[in-house]
Structures are given as C-alpha cells and as structure tokens.
C-alpha cells in the first residue's frame, strides 16, 4: 500500500476550513497593506481603493490556488506556500504614483507590473540559477534596506506627509488673503500674479501630529507587543491583526471612524480586468518592475527550499522553475486584475514551522477563502475605512519586522573571517539611503534615469550585488546556506 506523503494529505473539511482560516490571518494585514499605501499615494478614490483590495484579496487567492494545488507541469510547486503582494514592489510604484497621480498613474503601474509578470515567466529557469549571486549577505542587506525603506510610509501614516494636506506646516490665511486681494486688484492697474506664485506654509498645520492620532497609535503598537509577549500560539500569531482591530474599538469610540463607505458597498461584486482602462507600458518602468521581480523571485526560492526541508519533500530545479514561474503567473494576473506582484508570503512559511502541518491543501483551503473575501466589497470597504494612524502602529511593526529580518539574515554572515562582507553591507545600505534622505538628488540627471534610480531598494541591490562579486567573487553557495538564510526570513513580506 502506498503512503501518501504529508504535503499531499486531505485533512477533514473542518479543520481544512480553520487551518486555512489562520493562514489567511496572518498574511491579511500583510495583503492588504500594498493596495492601501499604492492606492492612498495614487490619490484615487475610496471606492477606487476599495476596489484595489478587492482585486488583491481576489488574486491572492487565485495566485495561492495555482501555487499549491499546481496548474498544468508548468506552474505551482505543490507545496503549503500562500502567494501575497510583495512590500518589495512598493517604493518603484509609489515613484510612479509622485511623479503621474490618478488614473494615468494606475495605467503606467499595472502595465510595468504585466510586462514584469511575462519576463519573470520566461526567465524563472534562470533565476533558479542565479542562487550564487544572491548569498545571505546581499539578501539580508536588500531585505534590511526593504524594511527602512518602508518605515517611512509607517511612521507617516501616524503623523501625516509631509506635503499635502496633512503636512506639517500649512500656509499663512493671511497670507493666502493677501495674495488674493492683490490678484482682484491687478485690473486695476496693478501688475498681474506671476503663474504658478506659491506660498510657502509657516503655519503649524493642526492636521499634522494630533495627539489623538498618535494615542490611537500608540494604543495598537502596545497591544500588538503585549499579545505578543503573553499570548499563546495561534492567539500570539496574529498579533498585528488583534492590534489593528484593538485600534479600531479605540478609533470609532473616539469618532474618528465611521461606516457610510460600508453601508453603500454592495454584498456581492465581481472582481473584473483592466477597470482603469488600457495599461501603459514604459519599457523603463518594466525594467525596473522586472529588477525588483529578480530579487523577490531570488528570495521564493530560499523560501522554497526552505519549506522542502521543512515538509522532508526534496526540491528539485524543476520544482523550482515551476514556483518561480507562479510568481511570474500571479504578477500577470494581478497587473490585469488591477493589482500588484505575487510572492510566496515568507510569514506563511514561518507558520507551516510553527504549526507542523504540512498539507497543501490547507493553503488550497485558505486560497479559496481569499478569493470569497475577495468578492465581498464590503470587506474591502471596511478596511478601507481604517484611519490611516491605525494603520500607522502596526506599520511600525510589520515594515520594522521586515528590516529585522534582514537583519537576522545577516547575523549568519561571516564578518569575522571576511572582512569583505562589512564593506558590502556598508556601502549597499549607505546608497540604498540615498534616495530617502535626498530624493531630489537625480534632479540634474537625464529623466530616462530617474524610474531606475529612485527606488533605494533597487540601487541597494544592484550595489550589493556588483559589491559581492568584486570582493567575493560568484563562488558557488551551497543550498545549505541558502536554507539556512531563508528560514531566518519568516516576515520579509
């Protein structure tokens, strides 16, 4: 009689549907955080964002139902792996959403993200050949930059931006009146207002800071710490989800949440393509996707590796080729169905350690409860509702976790013995900065440079990258270390 193999075992439909269920909860802070960052940065609509978690929780589902049940020989790895928006794509699509707001922003981002998908299928062979180029030192020191990059949207999210209507200064009414009334006059002789005359805000803006938003921040930071160092198990694993709706009790006591948006939102939609129109595709911007896609798809297959020594099921390249071409496939589906790029969630990988249950089919089950929530817009309503500070104290932890797993990553680098790696790390990170603590220093370079070098996370990696190589060399590392590397790796997304 032949034993079916754990990773192929059907749990009862019971505790497939709550197994399931956890996997959604851990990775559902996580999903739905790209829409609502990309979304809010776009300055769409709240129905628009709405519609882009939708979309989001709709193809995570579908993404994670071709990964672990399998499609065809050519895609899915058969494995317990829930597939989610990767945080790595964020910094190129918010470039994009500055510089092209609106509509036409969305159209350039969902055509860089199909054009990325379609590389990323052709080439997954060979990046399951590029492992050598990729060791600890320079995953750990892209996933660090990953998390500081990101911490900056997080910590904004509790104070306000620093332009716009929550900045932290707005300008003078006087001021403002003043200028008005000189405007009236200029028929009457006086010269008229230059086009485009700004003031400059000198006014503490009362949007920016409120003491009440950074309460209702600091009231989800602390529950999400206190859950985590008292709970247990299960409880303890979906801290960050507990803290969001701990905050939002504290937010709608104090007024500052309300549920028209919920109220108007149908039971029941579909999810359909291409609702922003025809995608643009800029082969600059499908560059600089396809890059950040490299590196994602890079860091599945130590997640992959990971979770096959984890579920005792070998790993072969053609198991690798083949959920690394899921990746590619659920970044297609997600740039048509108006969202963003697919990864295996590393989170789900640490739970699949956690639990010890290696069934696929209890990711098949969670992928399916994704794709109902997914067609539920008053689910998406309701997290859109959320007042940004809420978001704010669980940003902290969620982006602050994923520098921290760089970070883990690199504790295993040998800095001791190899001096070498110092310099790599240092001078990846030093540039990675650059772009967050001077953005505007591309201002006198040609623009069909800037997409490609405004995102710290890609010049980060190119610099860790060419680094390594000059000092180490492509020495081939061994999947032993890349196993190791990536079982530090359990919230880089």
């Known amino acids: 009689m032949s034993t079916v193999h754990p990773v192929d075992e059907r749990l009862p439909t019971g505790k497939l549907a709550a ?52 499609a065809t020989q050519w895609f899915g790895i058969r494995l317990p792996v829930m597939m989610g928006v990767t945080f790595a794509s964020v910094a190129p699509m918010l470039a994009i959403a500055n510089t092209s707001p609106g509509v036409v922003g969305a159209q350039l ?15 997954a062979p060979l990046v399951s050949r590029l492992l050598r180029f990729f060791p600890p030192v320079v995953t750990g020191t892209i996933i660090a930059v990953i998390g500081i990059s990101l911490m900056r949207i997080g910590i904004n999210w509790i104070f306000g931006n620093p332009f716009g209507p929550t900045a932290p200064n707005t300008v003078n009414p006087e001021h403002s009146k003043w200028l008005a009334d000189v405007a009236a006059l200029s028929a009457s002789g006086v010269p008229a207002v230059p086009k485009g005359l700004a003031i400059v805000g000198s006014v503490p803006n009362p949007k920016y800071a409120p003491l009440d938003g950074i309460f209702v921040s600091s ?11 008292y709970a247990k198990g299960f409880i303890s694993n979906i801290s960050v989800l507990l803290g969001i709706l701990i905050g939002s ?6 007024g500052m949440m309300t549920f028209e948006k919920v109220g108007k939102a149908a039971w029941f939609d579909l999810v359909l393509p291409l609702q922003f129109g025809m995608p643009q595709f800029d082969p600059i911007l499908i560059l600089t996707m396809s890059l950040v896609m490299i590196v994602v798809m890079i860091e599945s297959t130590g997640m992959f590796l990971a979770l096959g020594d984890m579920t005792e099921r070998k790993i072969t390249q053609a198991d690798l080729s083949r959920g690394l071409r899921t990746d590619g496939l659920g970044t297609l589906i997600g740039g048509l169905f108006n969202t963003f790029p697919y990864t295996s969630f590393s989170q789900n990988v640490g739970l699949v350690g956690v639990t010890g249950v290696r069934s696929r089919f209890v990711c098949v089950a969670g992928g ?24 704010g104290g669980a940003g902290l932890v969620m982006f602050g976790m994923v520098a921290a797993t760089g970070i883990r990553i690199l504790a295993a680098v040998d800095f001791k013995n190899n001096k070498h790696n110092g310099f790599v790390v240092a001078v990846s990170i030093g540039i990675g900065m650059i772009p967050l603590i001077a953005p505007n220093f591309k201002q006198w370079m040609p623009h069909g440079l800037h997409p490609l070098i405004e995102s ?21 590392s061994s999947f032993e270390e890349t196993i190791a590397a990536a079982k530090q790796a359990d919230g880089a997304h």
């Open 19 to 70: 197994l399931g269920l956890q996997h959604v909860m851990v990775m559902y802070a996580g999903a739905v955080a790209v829409p609502l960052i990309v979304g809010r940065a776009l300055k769409l609509s709240p129905e628009q964002v709405s519609m882009l978690i939708s979309a989001d929780l709709f193809c995570c589902g579908i993404a994670t139902l071709i990964q672990s049940w399998g």
């Open 109 to 123: 981002i969902f055509g860089s993200i199909i054009g990325a998908g379609i590389v990323s299928i052709l080439i």
């Open 219 to 229: 009231v989800v930071l602390v529950s999400i710490l206190l859950i985590a160092k």
């Open 249 to 254: 009790l504290v937010a709608i006591a104090m």
């Open 368 to 391: 399916i409860i994704m794709v109902v929530l997914g067609l539920l817009p008053k689910m998406a309503a309701l997290v859109e509702s959320l007042p940004t500070v809420v978001l």
């Open 456 to 476: 710290g996370i890609l010049l980060a990696s190119i610099a860790a990258v060419a680094l390594n190589l000059f000092f180490n060399g492509a020495s081939a």
